[in-house]
């Protein structure tokens, strides 16, 4: 199998599918330094999408797993398939699920999916018109991929004001935010469900909780994911039941309208709300760092899941999860997620201490070796996964692993799975 992507979401998937059974080889293109561990780095970038179809062809690879959103949107799984080669991710045209916003809502929308009301502007002085008409508080979204920081949560009218003048004057997020969703911001409790899916069966993975601001408390910025932690209190069978039958349902009968099945991930960033469960977003691939404290629960055979998905056989697939729970701590570079240049390069230690542990797995998101030595390479640069007989047992234990490992400006939020734990 190659895994496409060098992050701790593609390093958790070829650790995952370097523990199945059904699996003799991994590959990972690009990979990075801890995914050279499981499997066999080749320098290919992701947006490369010919030089991943000729590797994968070279390697004759029985299955192309795409981690990034970014490769997808632009059709990677449309060139691999092209080539004869089954792909785990959906084509560029299911992509569009998490590329577009605007495109998701409309979907929503027509097969009655519950989520928040929005409106779409393309101008501007619209979309600052329609602020000041609002009196409620705000979600203002750029309606293309941003890395996971393009939704701001506005506190009040001069929050939105400035989230739209970010996003579509001073472009912040470059084209994605040329078009930005104005929706009422709904309060509730977060949970992510992720669900494989062959294009008429999916199959949903535990639940899992994301801590998308920077800071303790929910303080700070949007980054793409300070860490998470499975399973979640919120997260019961009634609940997924819910999800099944009122999201992922109705979704699977919209995308059935694609010219291609829809083979991949459905993430489901879902909100409990008083009016009852609706849909923050879609996202076409696996979550970071949610998959990071998924994966080790789980006690299937991911790649033959995932080939199941590539032949239309899902159905006949059981996804078995083991009840330890599983918390997971991203460790980011100071300056995270606004520093712009970010500081690189600095020696990290204590990685190997960590991952001795009993219970640890340490995934590296942005690293480098130089001259043998592991750096920081970009904004999160690893986190540790620890599993535990509980969400208490496993903080505890992710935490003291975590204080093994060190870099210059290293930074990581304290409260992961603190109020699942009781500890808040």
Request: aromatic letters at 4%; charged letters at 20%.
């Amino acid at each position: 199998m190659l895994v496409v992507g060098g992050g701790g979401r593609e390093h958790a998937l070829a650790w995952a599918l370097a523990n199945s059974p059904s699996v003799s080889e991994v590959h990972s293109a690009p990979g990075n330094p801890g995914m050279a561990a499981v499997s066999e780095c080749h320098p290919v970038a992701v947006d490369d999408l010919e030089g991943v179809a000729r590797l994968a062809k070279r390697l004759g690879a029985g299955l192309v797993v795409v981690g990034p959103e970014a490769p997808l949107a632009a059709g990677l799984a449309d060139r691999v398939a092209a080539e004869g080669i089954p792909v785990f991710g959906p084509r560029a045209a299911g992509a569009r699920l998490e590329s577009s916003k605007a495109y998701a809502k409309q979907l929503m929308a027509r097969y009655g999916i519950p989520t928040a009301a929005s409106q779409v502007f393309s101008d501007p002085d619209a979309a600052l018109a329609y602020v000041r008409e609002q009196n409620g508080p705000l979600v203002v979204k750029a309606d293309g991929l941003a890395a996971g920081k393009g939704v701001t949560v506005c506190e009040g009218p001069d929050d939105a004001r400035s989230a739209v003048v970010e996003a579509m004057e001073s472009r912040r997020f470059g084209d994605a935010g040329s078009t930005v969703l104005i929706e009422e911001r709904m309060e509730g409790e977060e949970l992510s469900i992720l669900a494989l899916c062959d294009g008429k069966t999916v199959l949903p993975l535990p639940a899992a909780q994301d801590y998308k601001r920077a800071f303790d408390g929910g303080k700070g910025p949007n980054t793409g994911g300070m860490g998470s932690y499975s399973p979640v209190p919120s997260g019961t069978p009634e609940v997924v039941d819910e999800a099944m039958d009122r999201v992922f349902g109705p979704l699977v009968a919209g995308l059935a309208e694609l010219p291609e099945p829809y083979v991949g991930v459905v993430y489901a960033g879902l909100m409990l709300t008083g009016e009852g469960l609706k849909v923050v977003e879609f996202n076409c691939r696996f979550g970071d760092p949610e998959i990071q404290a998924v994966l080790p629960r789980m006690q299937a055979d991911l790649g033959r899941a995932m080939l199941a998905c590539t032949s239309g056989d899902l159905a006949g697939e059981r996804l078995e999860c083991s009840e330890q729970a599983c918390v997971c701590v991203v460790a980011a570079s100071g300056g995270y997620p606004e520093a712009s240049p970010l500081p690189t390069g600095y020696e990290i230690t204590g990685v190997a201490d960590a991952q001795a542990m009993p219970g640890i797995e340490v995934f590296h998101a942005a690293t480098r070796t130089v001259d043998g030595r592991l750096t920081t390479a970009g904004g999160r640069v690893l986190s540790v996964s620890a599993l535990g007989d509980d969400v208490a047992a496993a903080r505890r234990l992710a935490y003291e692993a975590m204080d093994k490992v060190r870099f210059d400006g290293m930074r990581c939020r304290t409260d992961i799975g603190a109020a699942a734990a009781g500890e808040l």
